[in-house]
């Protein structure tokens, strides 16, 4: 990624970025300074080239507006990071005296733009669609008399004009703004030139203008939609319409290509509805609800606050970490961990200053997982493990457990139950693909949904396999097998215990089904089908054989050193899906959470830095560790009167 690309997109991303409470006052000020910010890094090309100033006029104004940054940003209101934002600006108006190449001015004009947002946030981004037909009346009434009819800087009252009006037919200049950029100087105007602000016009109105304006040099919006159409990369690029509002044409192009950016920023300026109309799973919009979260909680509304939390995290966050724990397991915890913290503080009580805390350092975590989740870093190679990794990870618990109520069947002789575990996870599988058609074109699934799911179908699991373990683990003592087979040799398993053992299968099964889905819906956006198609295939025959070696080494095994093993390994999932199933619980929102902070998060063992989930594996452990002492009595009351007899 070039500085320019990572410029703005560290704009359009921390656009949103939780600080300190802004007034009005200060909001006005920022906006001013970035204006003037973007209008050197676009205008500067014009003012100087190879060291030399190829336009007089253009530089005094390029001297007198970096000199105003400096001189703003000082007068700001008092911010940890307004002393190096001073010290940038006066760096900036430095490099600018010594005339810099243009390359040099614009990336640290939108590296301060970029620093400049972050310690004081405003809005980036409009609140509803732009109107392009509304826009297009409001060009006609109040921008065509200097801009011109077709925006070539031509009408009739830009005559004398010192500078002329832009021409927004200017492809080259067009490049390097973004809509938001537009949307300051219609707000504000521009000191300086004869551009007067237009702040009696809505917020709506002047982001319908902007992004009518801004659409006049990009025509083929045609070719525009398809390559929207046919890319997830791009989609991914521009989740909503505040990664669209903040995004030059230019800082797309450098990852897609300048003709193809040019396209598709003609599409989506002309029908800003497309990104509009799905936002799920974006950080934009985890971090609006913690906009929404901490401006809730300042007005004394906790219970709001802690369910806008919530869905910063269910609908805004997870369902992006199927990508992200491939790419970076470790952020991964520290997002997890620090949305739970911030649930925690929110619970307690505390000050606002904590919660605000709290909230800027998931902003901080965000902006790291922007730049991991960037498609510019997707690859086939990744998407190829990304695919296996979900698949054989999330299908390995649900195969452990079917195995080996497959085994014991055989072990029993009662291979006529056998079709009801095979329907169990057939109807599973079945059931995850209706699911996720329905979750495609029918309904949505909420993130409360399906941390629900996933809660519930762990816990139910966990307290049957709790069950069967100890039942299993009873079963491998001496002798009890033996007088087990002769108790139920002559009698045929219940239907009620074949229907059971269809409940159970399909149950592991469809939670899996169910996770694996969101994981890999996530992971298509991403592109590289063919690799992670592939990395699926390669999973499932990975599968297959575990499959095929642990039946056919069961049937090596002498009947008590199989259930022996078997007891064992299921009391290892009871654990693991007892912890998760209160983790599920918690992301839901249902049960709080007491964190643990120096404990580490293992998700594979479903251990997680709360008490909740810690107690309840402890608890499942105890329950375990009892039943399999009890069998062991058990076995020495059953052998004593043997031994006397004898």
């Not at 703003?72 to 307004?82: C, F, G, I, T, V």
């Not at 997002?335 to 925690?344: I, P, Q």
């Not at 007891?567 to 929102?589: D, M, R, Y």
Request: aromatic share 8%; proline share 4%; hydrophobic share 50%.
């Amino acid at each position: 990624m070039t500085l320019r690309a990572f410029a703005a997109q560290l704009m359009v991303f921390l656009s949103i970025a939780v600080a300190m409470p802004t007034s009005a006052g200060t909001h006005d000020a920022v906006q001013t300074t970035w204006r003037l910010l973007d209008y050197i890094a676009v205008d500067y090309v014009e003012a100087v080239q190879n060291g030399q100033v190829t336009n007089e006029l253009e530089y005094a104004e390029m001297q007198e507006f970096s000199a105003s940054v400096a001189e703003r940003m000082a007068a700001l209101p008092a911010n940890p990071e307004r002393a190096q934002l001073v010290a940038d600006a006066n760096a900036l108006a430095a490099v600018i005296s010594a005339k810099a190449e243009p390359a040099v001015v614009t990336r640290d004009a939108r590296r301060l733009a970029s620093k400049l947002i972050a310690a004081f946030p405003v809005p980036l981004a409009p609140e509803t669609v732009p109107d392009l037909g509304r826009g297009a009346a409001l060009y006609a009434q109040n921008c065509a008399s200097c801009h011109g009819v077709s925006g070539r800087g031509n009408g009739p009252a830009a005559e004398g004009l010192d500078p002329p009006p832009i021409a927004f037919d200017d492809v080259a200049r067009a490049r390097e703004r973004s809509a938001f950029a537009l949307y300051q100087v219609i707000g504000q105007g521009l000191e300086g030139t004869a551009m007067p602000g237009f702040s009696d016009l809505s917020a709506e109105d002047r982001w319908s203008l902007a992004y009518y304006s801004g659409s006049i040099a990009f025509q083929e919006v045609e070719r525009g939609m398809r390559s929207w159409d046919d890319d997830p990369a791009i989609r991914a690029r521009i989740p909503d319409l505040a990664a669209l509002s903040g995004l030059t044409p230019a800082a797309l192009g450098d990852s897609t290509g300048t003709e193809r950016a040019d396209a598709v920023m003609a599409y989506l300026r002309a029908h800003p509805e497309a990104v509009a109309s799905d936002t799920t799973g974006s950080l934009a919009l985890a971090r609006e609800r913690l906009l929404q979260s901490l401006a809730a909680y300042e007005a004394g509304n906790k219970a709001e606050a802690r369910e806008l939390a919530l869905s910063a995290y269910l609908d805004g966050f997870e369902p992006l970490e199927a990508v992200l724990s491939m790419r970076n397991a470790d952020l991964l915890a520290s997002v997890e961990t620090g949305m739970a913290e911030l649930r925690a503080v929110i619970s307690r009580g505390d000050p606002v200053a904590a919660v605000a805390q709290k909230v800027n350092a998931l902003d901080v975590l965000f902006y790291r997982a922007e730049t991991v989740l960037d498609p510019s870093n997707a690859s086939a190679a990744s998407a190829f493990l990304g695919a296996f990794a979900i698949l054989l990870r999330e299908g390995l618990e649900a195969l452990l457990i079917v195995i080996a109520m497959i085994a014991f069947l055989r072990k029993a002789e009662r291979t006529e139950v056998l079709p009801f575990v095979h329907g169990g996870w057939l109807s599973a599988l079945a059931a995850g693909a209706l699911t996720w058609l329905a979750a495609t074109y029918l309904i949505g699934v909420s993130g409360a949904g399906r941390e629900l799911v996933e809660g519930f179908g762990s816990l139910f699991a966990a307290f049957v396999l709790l069950s069967v373990g100890i039942w299993m683990h009873g079963k491998s003592q001496a002798g009890e097998w033996q007088r087990y087979i002769q108790k139920t040799m002559q009698h045929a398993l219940s239907r009620r215990s074949a229907w059971f053992l269809f409940g159970l299968a399909f149950l592991v099964v469809y939670r899996e089904v169910f996770e694996t889905i969101l994981f890999f819906a996530a992971l298509w956006t991403q592109g590289h089908a063919d690799a992670i198609l592939a990395g699926a295939a390669s999973a499932i025959v990975l599968l297959a054989l575990i499959a095929w070696a642990m039946l056919r080494y069961s049937r090596r095994l002498p009947i008590g050193t199989f259930f022996a093993y078997s007891s064992v390994l299921i009391g290892i999932l009871a654990v693991v899906l007892a912890g998760k199933g209160i983790s599920g619980l918690q992301e839901a929102g249902l049960l709080g959470i007491t964190l643990l902070p120096n404990l580490p998060r293992i998700p594979v063992l479903g251990f997680a830095p709360a008490l909740e989930p810690v107690a309840a594996q402890i608890f499942t452990l105890t329950l375990i560790g009892l039943g399999y002492w009890c069998n062991k009595m058990k076995g020495v009351d059953a052998r004593t009167p043997q031994a006397e007899s004898s």
